[in-house]
């Protein structure tokens, strides 16, 4: 069974309100991720770690705060995702930078 395949999108609207991502570096801005229709879901499994998906997805292990802003319900402190949660993985990752460079210009 590949986990990648038949998964439902929950996509629920948090009864809290999130600020601003600025998280990990506080002189650096970073952009909201929208989301997309090609958004990529998966389940995340024990060993799962935000870099190793940037690497699997983007082949760049450096783009794992994208996936990090995108699944605002994980702790910002950690790379590892809660076992079982949904993660959104976003498509359009070029967007991303390029509102990410936009920002920090």
């Known amino acids: 069974m590949n986990r990648y395949e038949d998964i439902p999108i929950i996509q629920t609207i948090p009864s809290v309100q999130y ?29 799962d770690r935000l870099d190793n998906l940037a690497y699997q997805f983007y082949n760049d292990s450096s783009y794992w705060w994208i996936i990090s802003i995108a699944n605002p319900d994980i702790p910002n402190d950690s790379i590892y995702p809660p076992i079982g949660y949904q993660l959104r ?15 920090n210009e």
């Open 89 to 103: 993985i976003p498509s359009d990752v070029a967007l991303v930078i390029d509102s990410f460079k936009q920002l």
């Open 19 to 47: 600020p601003k991502v600025t998280r990990y570096r506080s002189s650096v801005k970073y952009p909201d991720v929208p989301f997309s229709e090609n958004d990529i879901y998966i389940y995340t499994i024990r060993g």
